[in-house]
């Protein structure tokens, strides 16, 4: 299955052993978009690595520049204007919204309908018309800096965000209607591809793929970073494990990230600072030595850095923790004795984010 099948959505493949219609083994082969950004992270500055981390997960991109600014200021010592803070988590959320809303499309359009993915990207282009007004970019975004993020927020993308939010949340009850309820997708996606406690911290799975299975861990709630300990939002999970708890997870997310957006808008114009620290660093600036580890969580799960520093102008050593890398190895275990077909609605289910798992 694979390296070029659309249901892997880039370049996995998996070498799956079958008996007629059912799989006997599954073993993914890994590397087809293997980049090097760990070597990277050592051959150049902290400065001129941050735009590596927008191509490892290009859709929630704001989360990778968070954990490596994240590294280095708490290697450094550099401290962040509360403003900064709360343009950081209201932007960070937006994307966690555009990459659940890529995933709800592209995850039904496996499964063979084909509506949900046009209604998905019609209100993913208005979110991402919003960050792009403050990072000057749709994509591999590259808005955090040491210290801050590279520009404030306008007036233009204030207003658009609070007329975005009561349209998001009366565009989740037709998601509901449309898809949620629908027979033919709870006959693809229930009591199928089931994921115990077991597994899942046997593989490090984070994310929506164990808070399906009952494992309500989340960075933001219990290791907080940043102001997230600040703001009220609830962490959805669910008991039963399978492909349908994970996609509830993401959809219950959806509203959760609304609803921190919210309160980062009313919070932003009382908060103290500017939008990046006086005097940040510059782009020849050179971490102490010393070794941290930073983790945030992004649309796929804990996203952390482990960097060490020996002074020099470049980092020791860069080691990246990706989600999607945890996340997939479940497959392997979970698809054996499964039919053939359900293997697209286990690994859509995942949500994978193939330059993350190879990095």
């Given amino acids: 299955m694979g390296p070029q099948h659309p249901s892997t959505h880039g370049v996995l493949r998996i070498v799956l052993e079958l008996e007629g219609e059912y799989i006997k083994k599954a073993e993914p082969v890994l590397g087809y978009v293997h980049r ?12 001129q690595y941050l735009p590596n981390m ?50 709800w499309g592209a995850y039904l359009l496996d499964l063979g309908a084909f509506t949900p993915i046009m209604y998905a990207f019609q209100d993913r282009e208005i979110a991402m018309d919003l960050l792009q007004r403050c990072t000057g970019s749709r994509l591999t975004y590259c808005y955090f800096r040491f210290g801050g993020v590279s520009a404030d927020l306008d007036d233009v993308f204030m207003d658009g965000m609070r007329e975005f939010i009561p349209y998001m949340r009366k565009r989740l009850p037709m998601y509901k209607a449309l898809v949620t309820e629908n027979l033919i997708l709870r006959k693809r996606v229930e009591d199928v591809g089931e994921f115990s406690q077991d597994i899942c911290r046997r593989y490090g799975a984070t994310g929506p793929v164990s808070r399906g299975s009952a494992i309500p861990f989340d960075v933001r709630r219990d290791e907080p970073f940043s102001v997230y300990d600040k703001l009220d939002f609830d962490i959805p999970f669910y008991e039963e ?22 309160q980062c808008l009313d919070r932003l114009p009382s908060a103290k600072g500017k939008h990046i620290v006086d005097k940040a660093p510059k782009a020849t600036y050179k971490a102490p030595a010393g070794e941290v580890y930073y983790a945030v969580e992004s649309a796929r799960g804990e996203v952390g850095v482990l960097l060490s520093s020996d002074g020099g102008a470049n980092p020791y050593r860069v080691k990246l923790r990706s989600p999607s890398y945890c996340n997939l190895h479940l497959f392997a275990e979970a698809a054996q004795g499964v ?8 690994l859509g289910s995942l949500d994978l984010v193939i330059p993350e798992i190879d990095r």
């Fill in 241 to 262: 494990g399978d492909a349908m708890a994970r996609y509830l997870v993401r959809i219950d997310e959806i509203e959760e990230s609304l609803k921190i957006i919210e």
């Fill in 36 to 47: 090097m950004h760990e070597k990277m992270g050592e051959n150049r500055s902290a400065t």
């Fill in 339 to 346: 039919l053939l077909g359900d293997a697209v609605s286990i």
């Fill in 54 to 103: 927008g191509r490892t997960d290009y859709l929630h991109a704001l989360a990778w520049n968070w954990v490596w600014v994240g590294a280095v200021e708490k290697l450094g010592g550099i401290e962040v204007p509360e403003r900064a803070e709360y343009i950081r988590v209201l932007t960070n959320e937006v994307n966690r919204i555009t990459s659940h809303l890529l995933w």
